[in-house]
């Protein structure tokens, strides 16, 4: 055994599963495609029990800034190269990569950082590709260590401590090393034992003091190895730091391999490992020692490793990030001031659960919105699976689940990690008188549907009539409630934002300030071009006249832009009062917007036999039987009461109130009075 080359205990890499969850967060949220170097940290243990490999652990803490190791762990340093694409990965100089870690390692020990944190020996590096859509996980470890120029040998065999050391000197040694390490933050891998009047652990700088009485110093490290006759990994830099800084002086050394194992539930130190070292010094180097130190894989063959962890993972975990991965890819190189959270935060509340209902869910799943609530009265007919894609046949068995229901569940089969909740209500309509008996049910409905709109932040109208929309018009107009109504045709359909009036809003009826641009607190709502109330508009409809008949893409067409308008609303920076853009032409899509999806129009408009879309916009109207200041404060001063009188009596009542009768009065004389002044022929004749 006598000068036979010290042979080390290579490292084996041990990640955590919550590493990669970690990493694939940050590659998505903050690394995207830059590949450079990220600085992070593993720990290893110097008290595994036999049979168990020298481990290098990494895990989900080893992006922290701060470091925190477990208790009787030891920090290691490492880089991160994590690569866009596999040849990205395959392609990368390996050599190159672990030459300038080697370097890094000998300039520390140069300098004399190494005497001072000698955790900087213990240095790894770790190079991957993140299959984000595959969850596979492709990776290579080095851990540098410096070779010497000349072997290094063991003058005598290994020996344990408890050969050499007395009980007595083995507890002495014991407690000084848990006093040095209590001293310090963090546990320091690298230390002195002297051995003068007493056993004492020092750090490696009180070398210097013994350099005329060395034979009263061991050098000592935290050793993972658990093999009877050889050290673990890191005593390959400490010795090169050794022979750098003191091999002028020192021809032979005892190193102490300390391992702080348990045998039988009792601490035990004694099988740590005593070597006598022949060294050579390394003090007249001038160029950096060859550096060694990639990681074999599961065939002992220099390669990479993998890990599929899509079996692995909580699937509810998956779904969730897999949803948002096309989000923030968007964001890579598309859209990097896109704010994901606004839109993932907003409660989405949608009127109606039919063919539009169904389509803008979906849509909106696709946005990362993880709040929305249906409303809808009516159940699953068998008409609806082919047109309403949250729906299939055995939805319309045994009469029909409700359709809010039924949608609610389909969406969290879809993506379970939304909350979706259906409700079967009734919403009431102007027009629609309410008797005695169902007065109660009325107000239970209204209140219901306050509720509702007050704890969400934008309303979807996708209700099959007119008069339908009235209500959640008037109370998203009273909240201040972002509101989207989509109506379809044949073959035309309409999306348009409701206005959102600002407190300190300019009078209704002011004109407009610009052709081009209307303030979003001066925008109309669905109601502000009619100049009649709403009513029953279902009563002696036939069967066509009374269903929403249409081509089939219509309703995918509107939804889609429905749900698109909300977002580019949640990206302005004045939300719901946006202004509204009214011009779609090339040029002033070039110009620098505020909201950066691009336009955000007031109404968008689709002519789908000429395939033709058109962004009007109108101003509020001060007459509106919806979202007016006379409406609104009406029901907020007198609430189901006034509701009741508008149910009961709508035309007459609202007009009256709003003063379209008055209108209707006057536009009536002038007609008549432009008639008379007119006709000459008439005058003659009295």
Same mark, same amino acid.
């Given at each position: 055994?006598?000068?036979?080359?010290?042979?080390?205990?290579?490292?084996?890499?041990?990640?955590?599963?919550?590493?990669?969850?970690?990493?694939?967060?940050?590659?998505?949220?903050?690394?995207?495609?830059?590949?450079?170097?990220?600085?992070? %940290?593993?720990?290893?243990?110097?008290?595994?029990?036999?049979?168990?490999?020298?481990?290098?652990?990494?895990?989900?803490?080893?992006?922290?800034?701060?470091?925190?190791?477990? @208790?009787?762990?030891?920090?290691?340093?490492?880089?991160? %190269?994590?690569?866009?694409?596999?040849?990205?990965?395959?392609?990368?100089?390996?050599?190159?990569?672990? /030459?300038?870690?080697?370097?890094?390692?000998?300039?520390?020990?140069?300098?004399?950082?190494?005497?001072?944190?000698?955790?900087?020996?213990?240095?790894?590096?770790?190079?991957?590709?993140?299959?984000?859509?595959?969850?596979?996980?492709?990776?290579?470890?080095?851990?540098?260590?410096?070779?010497?120029?000349?072997?290094?040998?063991?003058?005598?065999?290994?020996?344990?401590?408890?050969?050499?050391?007395?009980?007595?000197?083995?507890?002495?040694?014991?407690?000084?090393?848990?006093?040095?390490?209590?001293?310090?933050?963090?546990?320091?891998?690298?230390?002195?034992? @002297?051995?003068?009047?007493?056993?004492?652990?020092?750090?490696?700088?009180?070398?210097? +003091?013994?350099?005329?009485?060395?034979?009263?110093?061991?050098?000592?490290?935290?050793?993972?190895?658990?093999?009877?006759?050889?050290?673990?990994?890191?005593?390959?830099?400490?010795?090169?730091?050794?022979?750098?800084?003191?091999?002028?002086?020192?021809?032979?050394?005892?190193?102490?391999?300390?391992?702080?194992?348990?045998?039988?539930?009792?601490?035990?130190?004694?099988?740590?490992?005593?070597?006598?070292?022949?060294?050579?010094?390394?003090?007249?180097?001038?160029?950096?020692?060859?550096?060694?130190?990639? /990681?074999?894989?599961?065939?002992?063959?220099?390669?990479?490793?993998?890990?599929?962890?899509?079996?692995?993972?909580?699937?509810?975990?998956?779904?969730?990030?897999?949803?948002?991965?096309?989000?923030?890819?968007?964001?890579?190189?598309?859209?990097?001031?896109?704010?994901?959270?606004?839109?993932?935060?907003?409660?989405?509340?949608?009127?109606?659960?039919?063919?539009?209902?169904?389509?803008?869910?979906?849509?909106?799943?696709?946005?990362?919105?993880?709040?929305?609530?249906?409303?809808? +009265?009516?159940?699953?007919?068998?008409?609806?699976?082919?047109?309403?894609?949250?729906?299939?046949?055995?939805?319309?068995?045994?009469?029909?689940?409700?359709?809010?229901?039924?949608?609610?569940?389909?969406?969290?089969?879809?993506?379970?990690?939304?909350?979706?909740?259906?409700?079967?209500?009734?919403?009431?309509?102007?027009?629609?008188?309410?008797?005695?008996?169902?007065?109660?049910?009325?107000?239970?409905?209204?209140?219901?549907?306050?509720?509702?709109?007050?704890?969400?932040?934008?309303?979807?109208?996708?209700?099959?009539?007119? /008069?339908?929309?009235?209500?959640?018009?008037?109370?998203?107009?009273?909240?201040?409630?972002?509101?989207?109504?989509?109506?379809?045709?044949?073959?035309?359909?309409?999306?348009?934002?409701?206005?959102?009036?600002?407190?300190?809003?300019?009078?209704?009826?002011?004109?407009?300030?610009?052709?081009?641009?209307?303030?979003?607190?001066?925008?109309?709502?669905?109601?502000?071009?009619?100049?009649?109330?709403?009513?029953?508009? @279902?009563?002696?409809?036939?069967?066509?006249?009374?269903?929403?008949?249409?081509?089939?893409?219509?309703?995918?067409?509107?939804?889609?832009?429905?749900?698109?308008?909300?977002?580019?609303?949640?990206?302005?920076? +004045?939300?719901?009062?946006?202004?509204?853009?009214?011009?779609?032409?090339?040029?002033?899509?070039?110009?620098?917007?505020?909201?950066?999806?691009?336009?955000?129009?007031?109404?968008?408009?689709?002519?789908?036999?000429?395939?033709?879309?058109?962004?009007?916009?109108?101003?509020?109207?001060?007459?509106?039987?919806?979202?007016?200041?006379?409406?609104? +404060?009406?029901?907020?001063?007198?609430?189901?009461?006034?509701?009741?009188?508008?149910?009961?009596?709508?035309?007459?009542?609202?007009?009256?109130?709003?003063?379209?009768?008055?209108?209707?009065?006057?536009?009536?004389?002038?007609?008549?009075?432009?008639?008379?002044?007119?006709?000459?022929?008439?005058?003659?004749?009295?």
């Amino acid at each position: 055994m006598a000068n036979k080359p010290l042979q080390f205990a290579p490292f084996s890499s041990f990640l955590d599963a919550g590493f990669w969850h970690k990493l694939s967060d940050n590659k998505l949220n903050i690394y995207g495609l830059d590949e450079s170097p990220i600085p992070i %940290h593993g720990f290893y243990f110097n008290g595994d029990p036999v049979g168990v490999p020298c481990r290098m652990n990494v895990e989900y803490t080893s992006f922290d800034e701060i470091v925190k190791t477990p @208790t009787r762990c030891f920090k290691t340093v490492g880089t991160l %190269h994590n690569k866009n694409t596999i040849d990205s990965f395959k392609e990368c100089d390996k050599k190159c990569l672990l /030459e300038q870690s080697g370097k890094q390692i000998w300039e520390d020990i140069v300098s004399g950082r190494a005497i001072e944190d000698p955790s900087l020996l213990s240095r790894f590096l770790l190079l991957t590709y993140a299959d984000l859509k595959k969850y596979v996980y492709y990776y290579w470890f080095a851990f540098p260590c410096l070779c010497p120029p000349l072997d290094i040998t063991m003058v005598t065999a290994p020996v344990t401590l408890d050969k050499t050391f007395t009980l007595e000197q083995i507890k002495a040694l014991e407690s000084s090393y848990d006093s040095f390490q209590s001293s310090h933050s963090s546990f320091v891998g690298y230390f002195l034992v @002297t051995m003068d009047t007493d056993i004492k652990v020092q750090e490696v700088k009180g070398m210097d +003091n013994y350099i005329g009485d060395s034979k009263k110093v061991m050098f000592a490290f935290a050793d993972p190895c658990t093999l009877d006759g050889h050290p673990g990994w890191p005593l390959r830099n400490y010795l090169a730091l050794i022979a750098h800084r003191w091999g002028d002086y020192l021809s032979e050394i005892q190193v102490l391999c300390f391992r702080d194992r348990s045998k039988d539930g009792v601490r035990d130190i004694s099988s740590s490992l005593l070597l006598t070292i022949k060294l050579s010094s390394m003090k007249g180097l001038t160029e950096c020692p060859k550096c060694v130190g990639w /990681e074999k894989n599961e065939r002992q063959k220099l390669g990479p490793r993998t890990v599929n962890l899509s079996s692995s993972m909580d699937p509810s975990k998956l779904a969730e990030s897999a949803v948002d991965l096309n989000l923030k890819l968007m964001r890579w190189r598309l859209l990097p001031e896109l704010n994901l959270g606004e839109i993932s935060r907003t409660k989405c509340l949608l009127l109606g659960a039919g063919t539009l209902g169904c389509n803008v869910a979906r849509c909106l799943l696709g946005w990362g919105v993880r709040k929305i609530t249906l409303v809808d +009265n009516g159940k699953v007919s068998y008409s609806n699976p082919v047109r309403q894609s949250l729906f299939v046949f055995e939805d319309c068995m045994q009469g029909g689940k409700p359709k809010a229901e039924a949608a609610a569940q389909s969406l969290q089969r879809i993506f379970p990690g939304v909350d979706a909740q259906g409700i079967s209500m009734s919403i009431p309509m102007p027009g629609h008188p309410v008797s005695e008996g169902a007065l109660a049910g009325t107000k239970k409905d209204v209140q219901q549907l306050e509720d509702l709109i007050k704890s969400h932040d934008a309303v979807f109208l996708l209700l099959d009539t007119r /008069e339908s929309r009235w209500l959640p018009t008037v109370m998203a107009a009273a909240y201040k409630k972002i509101v989207i109504c989509a109506a379809l045709g044949f073959d035309t359909f309409l999306v348009m934002r409701h206005g959102m009036k600002s407190d300190d809003a300019p009078p209704q009826g002011q004109p407009m300030s610009s052709y081009m641009v209307i303030p979003g607190d001066q925008l109309g709502c669905y109601f502000c071009n009619d100049v009649v109330a709403p009513g029953n508009s @279902t009563r002696d409809r036939t069967l066509d006249q009374q269903c929403t008949v249409s081509r089939p893409g219509m309703s995918y067409l509107a939804s889609a832009l429905a749900v698109e308008l909300l977002v580019s609303l949640l990206q302005h920076p +004045n939300g719901g009062r946006a202004e509204a853009d009214t011009s779609a032409k090339d040029e002033h899509l070039t110009k620098d917007l505020s909201c950066p999806l691009g336009l955000v129009p007031h109404q968008i408009r689709c002519f789908l036999s000429r395939y033709q879309q058109v962004l009007p916009a109108c101003r509020a109207f001060d007459k509106c039987t919806a979202c007016s200041n006379t409406v609104v +404060n009406a029901y907020k001063k007198d609430g189901v009461e006034f509701l009741l009188k508008v149910f009961n009596e709508p035309s007459s009542y609202l007009e009256d109130l709003t003063g379209l009768t008055q209108m209707h009065e006057e536009t009536l004389n002038t007609e008549i009075l432009d008639f008379s002044d007119d006709d000459d022929s008439f005058m003659d004749m009295s």
